[in-house]
């Protein structure tokens, strides 16, 4: 089982992205997902979470400007980033459950500079 974060790049101030977590080598299906965020030299971050049953959590810094989802026919759980700030700048990673085990995608980055 592998899981992929894709989507991310580089974006101007107040601009948006999406970035999605899939889960590859397997036809089971995300469970529990978290997006984390790390800035080198920092401890890594939870930025948002979505349950099995649809239940999310978000950091107080992404409330009003991020949006954790799932899409059932592309069987992704997707992080909606809009106004972006230079200090979202960071490699964004999913962790994800798949049949009761956790695994970690391999991260993408995220760029918010004019």
């Known amino acids: 089982v592998q899981l992929q974060a894709s989507g991310g790049g580089l974006v101007k101030p107040g601009g948006s992205l999406t970035l999605s977590c899939s889960a590859s080598?397997?036809?089971?299906?995300?469970?529990?997902v978290d997006w984390y965020r790390q800035v080198p030299g920092r401890q890594r971050e939870v930025v948002a979470a979505?349950?099995?049953?649809?239940?999310?959590t978000l950091a107080d810094y992404a409330k009003g400007r991020f949006r954790i989802s799932r899409d059932y026919d592309k069987q992704t759980v997707n992080l909606q980033m809009n106004d972006l700030k230079p200090e979202d700048t960071a490699v964004y990673y999913c962790?994800?459950?798949?049949?009761?085990?956790?695994?970690w995608g391999q991260g993408t980055q995220v760029t918010v500079s004019s």
């Open positions: 962790n994800g459950q798949i049949l009761g085990q956790w695994y």
């Open positions: 080598k397997t036809t089971a299906s995300l469970q529990d």
């Open positions: 979505i349950a099995t049953g649809g239940f999310t």
